[in-house]
Every structure is written in C-alpha cells, then in structure tokens.
C-alpha cells in the first residue's frame, strides 16, 4: 500500500498534537486550572491518528471518555477544544460539554462519549444515514476493550452486518477498563475475535505502529466506502497514565507501563520518517516546535476567554 | 368529514411526511411488508420500498441508537418499538444521549427522531406489556412526550412530531387503535405542548391524556345527566406541559380531578397537582383527587387488572369526593 | 451415550403433554375462554423435553414469551398452568401472570418472560448462585434466534465463560422472530457460531431429533455441573403455528409451514421407540391417553376454578 | 462517639451483613482489590475474598441481570454501579424483571438485591455523570429507593436494605462520600421508608433528601439568624414515602418547601407536593415551593453548573417567599 508522502507527514503531526495537547492537559489539571475529571490519551496516539488519516472531513467519528486524540486526529482546533476543557464560553460547546462530551459536527465529531460504549450505535446510526443518504461517507466508532463486554457492542456490530453499513469498528485495547485486567473479564485473546460471530472481517493490528493501524483502517475504510460493509479492527495500546487524573496506579505492574513506554508509538515513527528520508530532522522538529506553538496559544486562549454567562445555562437544550 | 382510526391516522401522518420530507424514514420491527404490530406502517414499504421502511432486527438498544445517529447527521427516523414496555432496554440512548447531545454539545447538532410506541393495559396482557412509563421520560429535560387521545390529534401531532428538530416520544395506547374519529382531508398539524378542552364545563376539571379521556368524557357524561359540569382537559402532551390550559382550567372550576392510567408515585398527576399548588392554590375550593393505577405490577387476570386500573366509576366517584370536599 | 429407557419414555411423555396441551389452549384461546395473548410451542417439542430431561428437579430453568414446553417439561402440572392461563385463583402465581409469566421455584422454573433476552441474564445469575452457593445445581436459559441480537445475550455469555457458569444457552432457532426470517437479521449461519466469540463451545443440533438434543444438552449440563463452564446450544426448529394466536400467516411460504411440519418431532421418536423394543404400542397408546386426560382434567380444575378476589390484586408485591 | 465518613459508612455496613450473612456478596466494576471508585468497598476482598466480592465486566445489563437471578435463587447480592448515571443499561432489569418478579409470580420468590449507586452533581463532571434519576424509579412500584444523608443514615439504612427482601436501590450522593459524622460501635438498623427530622421548626417545613439536606439545614441555620424557624424533613427513603412525617410537619409550619437536586417534572418533589394538596390543603397558608434543578442536563462549567443547581441562597430565597405569602 502506498502512502502518500503528505499523509505520512500528517500522521507524525497529528501524534505530536495529540502528545503534546495531553501532557499540558495533564499538568493543568494538576495545577487545578481545569475542573472535572480529564482521562489521558498519552500512548495511544497512534491509533487515533492513522485511522483519522484515512478519513475524509466529512466522515463521522464517535469518541469516548478517553477523546482528546479522537477529536484532534479528526481535525479540531485545539484552541477550542482547551477552552472547552477550562469550561469556558469559547470552547466548541460552550463550556457545556467539557473532555467528555466534545463534539463538532462540522468536522464529522459526532461526540466524545461519557457511556462506555454509547457511541458505538451512535456511529452505526450515522453510517445508516450515509448509506441511505448516498453520500459517500464512512462512520468510524471508536471505543475501548472494556466496551466489548457491552451489549450495544454486539447489537452494533450485528446492524452494521445485516445492513452492510460504511461503518469502521476501532477497539483500542490497552488491556484495562479502568482497574480491570481485560483477561478478567473477557475469555477470548484478542477482541477483533469477535467480529466472526456478526459475519465481518476483524483484524488485530499493533496499535502502537500508526503504518499498521493506518493500512488496516484504510482498507476497512475503502470497503466500507465501496458498500461492502464493515469491519472491526483492535488496536493493541496501552495508557501510559491511569484511567482519569488524580486516579493512584494500584493495579498495573511498574514493569509493564515501563516496557510500554518504551514501545511508545512517536518516536520510531520519526525515526522512521527521517531514514527514509521522508523528513528531514529539521522538519521533524519544526512539525514539533509548531504543535507545541499550537498547544501554548491554545492555552493562552482557553485562560484569557470568559467564562459562560450563568444564564446561558438554559440555551441550547431545544432545537 | 370521513373518520378514520386511530392507526390508519399513525399510517396517514407518517406517510404524507414522508412524502413530504425524503429524509423521514421507517424503522422497527415488523414493520416492513407486515405492516407493523398494530398495523400502524401499512403499505409504507409498498409506497416507499426498503431503503426508507427499515425491518430491523430484536436490537432496541442499536436500532434506537441508531436512530439517534441517523437523526445528528440528516435523517428523520421514526422509530417503533412494539411495545413501548421495553423502552428501559435503548433507555441510555434516550436519556443519555438524544435527550443530552444538544445541550451539552453546545447547540451544534440536533436529534430529530421520533419514538413511536404502543403503551396501556386493559388487554390481560400482564406485567411486561402493559405499562406506560410516560412520566419517567417527562422527567427528562430534552425530551417531549406525547400521547394522543383521538384519531384526529394523532395525526396532527405526529406530523409535527416528525417535523420537530428534537427527539419525541410518541405514545399511541393499544385500546385507541381502533377507535375511529373525524379527521379532515386536507392537511392540518397540531403544536406539541399545547392541551385541548375536550369538554367544556364549570364545576370540575378532570386534566387527563390519551385512553383516560375517553374514561373521563364517559364519566363526564354521566355526571351531566345529574346535573355536574366538568370540563375534561386533555394534555395531549405531558412534556412540555401546558401549565397555563391546566391553570386556567382550575381557576373557573376551582375543583381539580387527575385521571392518569399508570401509578401515582412521581408521575404526571404529581406534577399536575404540584403545579396547581404552586400556582393555584388560592383558587382550589377542595383538596386535588388522583385517580391513577394501584401501586403494584399489572397483574394479568382481568378481574386483577380491573381492579387496578381506573375505571370509569373510579372518575365519577372522584368527581363526586372533590364535589363534596 | 447410553439413555436410560425410563428417560427414554418421559421424553415422548413430555412431549406428547406439550402438544395436547397447545393444542387444547390453542383451541380454547379462540373460543374465547383464555384472555390476553398466547405463543404456542407446538412443533418446539423436542427442544424442552431434551433438554428438561437431562435437569434435576431442583436445576433452574428461564423461559421466554413461548414458554408452555418449557414449563410443562421442567415437571410442571398442567393443572396450575392452565388455570394461571385462565387468569384463575389457583394458578401457580394466582392469576397474577398468565401465560407469558408463570414461575414456580419449587420446579427450578424462575419464570417465563415477556421480554425478549429478558431471562438470559436471570439464569446466569442463577448459575452464579449455584456456584457460589456449590449446590452443584446447574441453570439453563430458554430463547429464541430473535433473542440473539439483543445485548443481553452477549453480556450474559461472557458472564458466564468468565466466571465458567454452570449454565447452558438454548437458542430455540425457528427461523423467525414475529415476521422477521432470521436470516435478513443475522449473517452468520447457525447462532451457535456466537460461541467462539465468548471462548464457549457452541453446537447447532436437530432441534426435531429429541434424542440428538438430549444429547448435546447431556454433555452441555454435565460439564456445567463438573465446573467446566457454559455451552450455547442451537436447536433448529420451527413453529406450527404463527407468532400468537390470532395472527394471520402472511410471512412464511406455506411449502416451508408444510415441510416442517412433516417433520415433526413427535410420530418417528414413538415409531423408534416401539422399533427398538422401548415401548410397545399400546404402551405409547397409553401414555398418549394418561396426557390427554391430564390436559382434561387441567381445563376442568381451570374452568371450575374461581377467579382471584380483586383486592387480592394488592397483595404479593414486598416480601 | 467517634466520627466516620459516610464511604466508612458503607463499607462497615457491607461487611457487618456479609459477617452476618454468607449469602451476602458484593458485585461490581473494580470493586475488589481496587476498593471501588469512590472507596465504598474497601479492604471487603481481603477480609471475604474472590468468592464474594467479584469484579465484573462493564456489562450492567448483565451483571445486574445476574444479581437479579442470584436473589431469586438464594444470595443477597449488593450490586454496585460505578455511576448512577448508566442505571439506563440495565434499567430493564430493575422495571420489568426485579420490580415485578415477585408480584407477577404471585408471591413465589423474591428478588432480595441491593443495587448501589453514586447520584449527583456539583463536580464538574458533566452531563451524564451528575444525574440523579430516584424520581424515575420510585415511580415503579415494587423497588424501593433510599438516599441516605449522613454516614449515620447511610449505615443504618444500607444495613436494612442488605437485610430486605426486596430490590432496594441504594443511590449515595458524591459530595457526600467524604463529609464526616458520629456512628456509633455498636450494630443498628433505621427502617427503610422513614422520615427523619433534622432540624425541628416551627415556621416552614423543608422536604429535603440526599446532598439537599446539608443545604437545607445550612440554610436553615442562616435563617435561624434572623428568627425563622425551619423545620428540615429528611425523607431518607423516597419510595415507599413517608406521607405521615410529611404531612405532620406541614400541618405543623402550615408552609413547605421542597428542595431537590433534580429536575422538576415528575419528581420525589412533585410527589410531595401532589400527597400535601391531596392530603393537607386546608393546612397550608402559603402556595408550596419547589427548589429544583432547573429544566436542562447538568453543564459541565462550573459556572453554569451552580446556576443549574439548587444552592443554599435558591433555598434561602424560597422560604422567604412562602414566608411573605
Ligand atoms: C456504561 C458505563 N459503565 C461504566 C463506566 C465507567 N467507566 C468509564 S471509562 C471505563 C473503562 C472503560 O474501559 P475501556 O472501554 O477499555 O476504555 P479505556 O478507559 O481503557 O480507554 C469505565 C468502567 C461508564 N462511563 N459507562
Ligand atoms: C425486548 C423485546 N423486544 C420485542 C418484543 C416483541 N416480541 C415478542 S416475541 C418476539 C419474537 C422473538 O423471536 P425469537 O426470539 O426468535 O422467539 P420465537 O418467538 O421465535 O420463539 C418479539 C419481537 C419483546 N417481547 N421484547
Ligand atoms: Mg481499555
Ligand atoms: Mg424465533
């Protein structure tokens, strides 16, 4: 498969937002500056960023809990994204949403998701529409290993079969739901296992090595746009941080994080990029040097926007 | 004018939508070639073929899902489930998600989707078909509830349900299905959120919706024939709800009866009688009545179910108890 | 597998007791006599008696909208049934549940359910308990082929083979949920390729042969009783009659309706009986008529019984 | 007597009953060696094991279905969930099958679960992990629906529930995990369906349950700085309700307030309401109060959250106006 040189360059940047987004997010919200609860994407970038990179604009994603990298990959701003984060009225719902509900039609984000697996018919439902709306557009849910043992999981996938939706199933498995060993809770290996039983191609890709999870997304995608139907892929990851912010790491042997952050999916990549001179180490840096111009001004702006007007509250809720 | 029934009035508003409107389509069980459950998508697959009559498989937790992705991204489902009793099964997709996306997301997308679904007993058909859970999704910010009690109000507000840019919930009851009434030709549609008077009166106000109007005009009827004017209030939608008709009702009467087919506890008839003691409660010359279901489960055997739903003169004799008061 | 003779005779008891029972309510459902709705199990037969004869009297069952067979299989009398049909005082739950919600414990029957799927997660729990409790009794679930695309199915099956539940799926595969033919639903073949998707074994059997279903059940239970954990059995069947009575047959090809129902479970399982020296004839003749006066005395006690008091409508809610 | 936080509370009551009761267990998402998410289950896997404290897949329709069947057939599962707010997955399980098993079945089992739940806003934690959905379930008859206000309460009460024999949903308000209070050594009970008075009064009655009493009685107290005496009715339970305990306290003040954290429509709230201008009209010298979320889902701002939610001024300023009427 080829990859077009711009995409590949696309791939590097979109990890080095997502990276870079996450880590300031991790310290503000340390710093106490943003409210709530946050739940970190560090060390899945890859996933996010090589299926995002097969889709078109107005392809719709569905997100989870875990969002932040879902809604950069797909495109957004994260000027507003940061604001939305700090509860402000810049942010791209107002400051009614926050990490967890982030959406913006616009660019196809169909929401982050507090309800794990919520989004999963969400998606399906939006690739129904693409396919009776002959539009052409692909849905993409994303959710976690934990999501599988959710009913709307299997009636999803099942649909999505029986109706040969555009829809494109990524399970990011990082082997916890929260505090929870997937091997506890799920007795087949690898979730993509699963797609046999809807009668849909399921493929385990290293979720960590975006050129994986890009070829394996963009052949799903292509088939899905082609009216062959979908496809469940798994993305083996990990989370470098705990499930939310704040949360102690009781559960995880220190080994295991260590050996995954070793294998943390950026730095080979460039490494990559530059031998085979697809980049040079200049441009690498300068592609780093800018998201993190980015994710500063972000910051700027979500601290020097306002807050919401208290009234503003009752707006928004009907249509 | 000719009159038709109350699910050939569900068939009718649905298919001039979707004349209409191409992105108004059909989902749910059955409802294809067989033409629903209760017959109400008869001849909607022959009229608008298999892409915009979708027979769906036992998934309501996808297929309302579903519905709810479709309608963010520029479809009009209307959605039936059987039997509106196992709505607790895609109930985090109403409450959770269609009811919320607007508002948390800022006002940046909408959830025009409609969810049609039989509810009521009086069939001995037991605990698990029987139920009308309207007031646990009134309670809901982002979602309007609708019941309709005549053929005629059927048609106008599921025209206008299927015309609203949020998600409705539509609640046809079983015994109304056949029940036949005038409804015009031409094309009309009704405003959800607004009661109607079904009878005019002077003495008692009876607030009701869907089945129980026709309980409640029976028991008016009699009443008259001993002289007692009630005025029948029919809510049609119960979320919104129209506080100023229910208000304005109790006023003249100064007398307020709730007839309501399920149980008492937190439901409708709580928020009618709240609403009249926060806003009337100089006006009331007696305490409110409720006549609702006992507190237990619909039981099957029809002596049981008689005895726990309301009955005709259950709304007489609380007509009678506030008279008195 | 060696079957003993005596259960060998209660399989064809069984299911004669399950067909002059549907076919006595079906008869006095359209004379009016039965209120509300009934889901016949004709041409089902062989699936509850096969698998109810490898039950011990205190194993738990949970049945379906379809459940007279089930019911009548796990051991009940068809006395109390009919009279619970009837909406009689003296049914086994007072008139309170009628045909789609009759349970009695002291049988293991924790009740048939008007929900779709609704029973799946109830006998898995059961079997939890069992095993917790190491009472050494084992659940079976009771559904249909409807029921496997709703998320309870999937939940529960990865439930149990997480936990090796002592518990065995029976997917009652007849074609159809209400109109829908399964296969415009589904796109695997057999509901039992479901399985692998939770590391179960799974098994598609002639759901007509009662001794092909004992058998699987038998290995089915036995494993679950020796703490190897749950099996999803699917027994392909077909009902004679349409979903409820009252529903005219406008989706199934009468061709289809007429083979199934030459191959109906009943006449080669006594004919192989009496050929293999089992039973005689008349043995067959008499245990066809004990069943038939069975089912006449149960419509005599139901008519003759009173109906419950109203206000007994308030009582049996809190324990 | 010594002082524990109401998370102590819950977990000393759970491991009281599971000494007492090796039918007792405890279900749920990380709720063993990691202590569950809010620390209610603490130190119960070392002191009783895999066997009866079982970590569960992110499966609620399952896993509380499974809890459902198990209390039907001999064990007394405590089920928790890790937020109230996705009791829509398994909400199935609670409406048609736990609520009404024993009823449908004609007294021949029982569903003896506990289902734990945190409910409730004020932590910026947005619109579907804030809610506070009792309203909707003490509609269903057959559950019964506590929220308990003080360590205290939450101990006595979850210890009733565990011994029950019927499904209890046990909802425990966030804010009020960590807040402190006296319980005593010695083993107690508080029966499920009474009232509690936490302050007593002499000129307005507040109807208050969960975090709303600590506002309450906040507020309470600021007023009592200026000689207005309230009296703050802890409902505790919200189904069955305490009609009695209501209505005394209102025949008492002559004027209520009801202070919940939820929405309005069709609510505990509503309840209160629809029991007092049934059952105590003529008592009453001012128009009834309700002080409620207002009709949106919780916003995740802060900013937008306060004003969304009832704060001890709303509270302040609502016994003020049935004061003035
Ligand atoms: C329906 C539901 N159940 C439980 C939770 C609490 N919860 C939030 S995230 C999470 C873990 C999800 O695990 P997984 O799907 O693997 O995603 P990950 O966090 O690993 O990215 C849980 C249990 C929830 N938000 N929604
Ligand atoms: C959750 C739910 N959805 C839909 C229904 C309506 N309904 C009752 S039985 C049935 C068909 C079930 O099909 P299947 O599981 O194959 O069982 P069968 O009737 O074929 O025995 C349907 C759709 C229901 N009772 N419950
Ligand atoms: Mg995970
Ligand atoms: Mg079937």
Redesign the pocket.
Known sequence: MEIPRETLVLMLELMLKIRHFELRVKDLFAAGEIPGFV?LYLG?EAVAAGVCATLNKDDYITS???GHGHIIAKGADVKYMMAELYGKATGYNKGKGGSQHIAWPGLGILGAN?????GIPIATGAAMSAKLRKSGQVAVAF??????N?GAFHESLNLAAVFDLPVVYVC???????G?R?TRVRKVENVADRAAAYGMPGQTVDGNDVLAVYRAAREAVDRARAGAGPTLIECQTY?WRT??EGEPDTYRPPEEVEAWMRREPIAPYRQYLIEQGILSTREAEEIEQHVIVQVNDAVEFARNSPFPAPETALEDLWA | MREISFSQAIVEATAEEMRRDPTVCVWGLDIGPYGGAFGCTRGLYEEFGPERVIDMPISELGYVGMGVGAAATGLRPVVELQFSDWITLPS?TLINQASKMRYMFGGVLSVPMVLRAPVGGYLAAAGQHSNSFESMFAHIPGLKVVLPSTPYDAKGLLKSAIRDNNTVLFFEHKKLYETKGPVPEEEYTIPIGKADIKRPGTDVTIVAYAFMVRKSLAAAEQLAQEGISVEVVDLRTVSPLDEEAILTSVKKTQRLVIVQETWRRCSVGAEVAAIVAEQALDYLDAPVVRVTAKDVPIPFSPVLENYVLPQEADIIAAVRRVLRA
């Open positions: 739940h899945q989870t809990h875990r507090g309800i794990v697996s919520g959710f976690g290993d934990g999501a599988s959710e990011e498995n990082n082997l916890y739901g929260v929870t997937q989370r499930h939310f | 985090d």
